[in-house]
């Protein structure tokens, strides 16, 4: 299980803060997502996923993982 914790527009796309998924992999996870919350496909490209504070290909398992963050753009630096 991961905890999967929305940030700003993500958030907004996803309609929820966070959720716990139990995907295996992050293409897997990344696939949900969009099934779950299709407001999210049009953003989800755009933004940064981090799973315990690293960024991760859609290959790389998540059986240890704890958290993943779906940070959008922010502007400003």
Do not use: N, W
Not at 5 to 19: D, P
Not at 21 to 43: K, Q, S, W
Not at 47 to 64: F, P, S
């Amino acid at each position: 299980m991961i905890e999967v914790r929305y940030f700003a527009a993500a958030r907004e796309a996803a309609g929820v803060a966070s959720e716990t998924r139990e995907e295996r992999t992050v293409g897997e996870l990344r696939a949900a997502m969009v099934r779950d919350h299709p407001a999210l496909e049009r953003l989800l490209g755009h933004c940064a996923l981090l799973v315990d504070g690293a960024r991760r290909e859609d290959g790389h398992a998540l059986d240890q993982a704890v958290t993943a963050d779906v940070l959008p753009p922010f502007a400003g630096g």
